[in-house]
């Protein structure tokens, strides 16, 4: 309408693009320095039950990593808030390193097991969290150039490198330990965590002076605003949702396929998921103003219910291709509907702690959709059970996302 006010600018409009804002060696950078969590993850798990160790003591030790993720990143966060990426990132991957050394060390001298969850452990927390790094970068971009539509489409295109990191290193694990064997494929698999992290660390480098806010430093006379919880919460309990699909529905199509014989699908298939999800971290990241988070939360969720009922019948595997793509289509809504909630929330120097918190309740929904999901998958099709509580779960979120606004901003954020 003519009254709104002209300060308010349509990000596709108004923003600058995301290249002129971060530049490419920012954009690629950290696309590619969060390939390697995203490998390590199913390498743990592929190299432990490769090694001789049984499956069940290799989902064991992925529940390990991912516990140590969801306890280290927030410590991670916290630690980029005051002293930059720079040492905080560089540290993280030596102690990663190390973490991985030290498993196939223990692997290799037939070492306790319990040493084996240790060092998962240690490898999950250290975690450098490049990707909730580079969030709070934009939102430190778009503060200092006083362009706030510039942190939609700029969270929408996290969400998608994320997805894409989600595709591609399932593959890059898979293709290491297939082709080369357990115990040089873990070397191999650190050697990516150096070139990959390491090129995130030479662009930091390269911006030494660079804090993730380097706007707002953080006071030192105790007057610093604080997190509020009441509104970063609806937040990470939308994450944690889609967490929760992501581990639901991994577990139940690897168990439709087993039950068919179709293992080799399994991957392909959830990848549909992967591009449904960066699409619409895409699409979403372009709506303009007036359509509220809440709803953008809602339609996702409302996706995901549906789509969980179309599922419990088990259709084709075509079939399954085309809903996991709509699925995706929903839960890329609802979490880069989350990260753009939690950063307008976030006090401008806690920006790295709140995306961290938000991507460790992700970490935990993937664990519990997973775990959980792996019971009611005893009959395959019930894993969808889980996926569709989460998607009802996900509309009650929409409801307190609405009813937490935070005051003083433009129309609904």
């Excluded at 966060?77 to 990132?89: A, E, K, N, T, W």
């Excluded at 509580?389 to 609904?412: C, E, F, K, Q, Y």
Aim: glycine letters at 12%; aromatic letters at 4%; one cysteine or more.
């Amino acid at each position: 309408m003519s009254t709104r006010p002209p300060a308010v600018p349509e990000p596709a409009r108004d923003s600058p693009s995301l290249s002129a804002a971060g530049g490419w060696p920012f954009l690629i950078t950290a696309l590619v320095g969060r390939l390697p969590a995203a490998t390590v993850q199913l390498g743990l798990l592929l190299y432990v039950s490769g090694a001789g160790l049984g499956l069940g003591l290799a989902g064991i030790t992925v529940a390990a990593a991912g516990l140590g993720s969801a306890v280290g990143a927030p410590v991670i966060g916290r630690l980029v808030d005051r002293f930059g990426p720079l040492p905080v990132v560089l540290a993280a991957t030596v102690v990663q390193l190390l973490g991985m050394g030290l498993l196939l060390a223990v692997v290799l001298h037939d070492a306790p097991r319990s040493l084996i969850l240790v060092c998962a452990a240690v490898v999950g927390a250290a975690n450098p969290q490049v990707g909730a790094i580079a969030r709070a970068r934009w939102s430190a971009l778009a503060r200092r150039r006083d362009t706030p539509g510039l942190v939609g489409k700029a969270l929408g295109y996290e969400t998608a490198c994320d997805e894409i990191s989600f595709i591609l290193g399932p593959v890059i694990a898979g293709i290491l330990v297939g082709v080369l064997g357990p115990n040089p494929a873990l070397l191999v698999l650190m050697t990516w965590v150096v070139a990959g992290q390491g090129c995130f660390i030479a662009y930091l480098v390269s911006r030494r002076g660079m804090r993730v806010d380097t706007q707002t430093p953080t006071p030192t006379d105790g007057t610093a605003p604080r997190i509020r919880l009441k509104a970063v919460l609806p937040p990470m309990l939308a994450c944690l949702c889609v967490g929760t699909v992501f581990g639901s529905t991994q577990t139940a199509l690897t168990a439709i396929n087993a039950a068919r014989g179709t293992d080799a699908y399994t991957g392909i298939i959830y990848g549909f998921m992967g591009l449904g999800s960066a699409v619409a971290s895409v699409l979403v990241s372009r709506f303009p103003e007036r359509v509220p988070l809440a709803w953008r939360v809602a339609g996702g969720a409302l996706l995901v219910v549906l789509v969980s009922v179309l599922l419990l019948p088990v259709p084709g595997s075509v079939g399954l291709a085309l809903l996991f793509t709509v699925i995706g289509l929903g839960v890329g809504s609802i979490l880069a509907s989350a990260y753009t909630r939690g950063e307008r929330v976030a006090p401008s120097h806690r920006i790295a702690s709140v995306m961290t918190m938000l991507t460790t309740c992700l970490v935990l929904g993937v664990s519990f959709g997973s775990a959980l999901g792996g019971v009611l998958s005893v009959v395959p099709r019930h894993g969808f059970l889980l996926t569709l509580g989460a998607g009802v779960a996900a509309l009650l979120v929409s409801v307190a996302i609405h009813a937490t606004r935070p005051p003083g901003r433009r129309r609904d954020v």
